[in-house]
């Protein structure tokens, strides 16, 4: 940190990894929704929770793309903050709904539950990542590098669950 404005090349190389990787998993997603689509949108919980996956890669695109703005640490934190918060929000949601529509899809209620755990686990460390910056605390720059990691993998499993699962009707049916 220089002045305020973080210009550390280990970090940015990170972000820059990041972004790219977080734009590709998108739009492999995005491919597995296309594909899916019928089936995905008759289990009442996997639209929200394909929302929020992508919503949690874009987390990661645009805060990747923010820390690469030679900005005061303190405006990026701001950023990353309000970020972190939106990708929070996509996550309730995706919660509420796994929740909610549990009982009615016979569904077991520890895979609710620890859908809504994992959820969790991808965007608080964005949230708190964006606090610490805020307060000039560099380990910031940790907190949202484990919130990139924890997206990268859970993303993956979601879209396994959206592309073959057996959540899916008729997921092994690949006539």
């Not at 929000?89 to 209620?109: E, H, N, Q």
């Amino acid at each position: 940190m220089i002045g305020g404005i973080y210009t550390s090349p280990m970090w940015a190389n990170f972000f820059v990894a990041a972004s790219g990787a977080s734009a590709a998993l998108a739009g492999l997603i995005f491919v597995a929704l296309s594909v899916n689509i019928n089936r995905i949108l008759q289990v009442p919980h996997l639209p929200s929770r394909a929302g929020a996956t992508i919503g949690t890669l874009i987390l990661i695109l645009v805060c990747s793309m923010a820390v690469l703005i030679p900005q005061p640490a303190f405006v990026l934190g701001v950023e990353i903050l309000v970020f972190g918060i939106c990708g929070w929000l996509l996550k309730v949601r995706s919660a509420y709904r796994a929740i909610a529509d549990r009982k009615r899809t016979g569904r077991p209620a520890f895979e609710a539950v620890t859908e809504t755990v994992f959820g969790q686990i991808q965007v608080l460390p964005f949230i708190a990542g964006g606090v610490l910056l805020i307060t000039g605390a560099d380990a910031g720059f940790y907190w949202v590098a484990g919130g990139v990691i924890a997206v990268f993998v859970l993303s993956v499993f979601n879209g396994w669950v959206l592309l073959v699962s057996d959540y899916l009707p008729n997921a092994m049916d690949l006539t």
